[in-house]
């Protein structure tokens, strides 16, 4: 059975302090792990797929890492735009064009001007 | 930005009543999802949907759920004889079958 536990639940950063956010994952063979943004009273909001370890992706002011356990959403700068429920997700051997993901619980960042 | 737009935004029901959800995908996409999220919980898993049948479902999705897609546009998800444990925020998601999943805002059905 596919797992993905995230780490702190929470996160309070001060605006302009950088930070990261944690990923592991259990899984067998990745096809995918994926990093969303959900805003309150919203559905998740694509960030990020990652495909295989030593890949990073950035977007603004984010960057994910992956390695063969655990995925890393780092912030830097962070401003109060930021502050959202991160997921992480993982989608494991199915078929073509298959999103069965496993998402994790999140991590609720506030960033505080 | 094309969006995946849901209704209704909320729903009320009473226990044993049957719901219909409502998704209007995105106009070019195929692959049709539907997960829920109970409060606190994790976003899970129900069902996807391509080709007008059903690719895969999870455990949770049972005889009580079924999905079609009646009219050529709108994705329907349908709880027959709701329980309480079936409280939740139901979100759509729809994709082409490249990496980016589109999901709505979801519908929040609270079962009385």
């Known amino acids: 059975e596919d797992q993905v536990t995230q780490s702190p639940e929470a996160l309070r950063l001060q605006e302009g302090e950088s930070s990261s956010l944690n990923c592991s994952y259990t899984?067998?063979?990745?096809?995918?792990l994926f990093w969303y943004r959900q805003d309150p009273g919203k559905g998740p909001e694509f960030l990020f797929t990652?495909?295989?370890a030593g890949e990073e992706k950035e977007k603004e002011r984010l960057k994910a890492t992956l390695t063969k356990k655990e995925s890393f959403l780092h912030i830097t700068a962070p401003k109060p735009e930021d502050s959202a429920t991160y997921l992480c997700?993982?989608?494991?051997?199915?078929?073509?064009?298959?999103?069965?993901?496993?998402f994790g619980k999140g991590t609720k960042l506030s960033v505080i001007p | 930005e094309p969006e995946v737009t849901q209704t209704p935004s909320h729903q009320v029901t009473q226990m044993g009543q049957e719901v219909i959800l409502r998704c209007v995908p995105i106009?070019?996409?195929?692959?049709f999802y539907w997960y829920r999220q109970i409060l606190g919980q994790k976003v899970e898993f129900l069902v996807s949907?391509?080709?007008?049948?059903?690719?895969?479902k999870s455990e949770i999705f049972d005889d009580q759920f079924s999905v079609e897609r009646p009219d050529g546009s709108n994705f329907t998800l349908k709880i027959r004889s709701t329980k309480l444990e079936d409280s939740a925020m139901y979100f759509c998601?729809?994709?082409?079958?490249?990496?980016?999943?589109?999901f709505g805002s979801g519908t929040q059905l609270s079962v009385l």
């Open positions: 997700a993982v989608q494991g051997p199915r078929g073509a064009g298959s999103y069965q993901l496993t």
């Open positions: 899984v067998s063979g990745l096809r995918g």
């Open positions: 990652l495909y295989s």
């Open positions: 106009s070019n996409h195929l692959y």
């Open positions: 949907f391509y080709n007008n049948e059903i690719s895969e």
């Open positions: 998601a729809t994709g082409t079958g490249g990496e980016k999943l589109f």
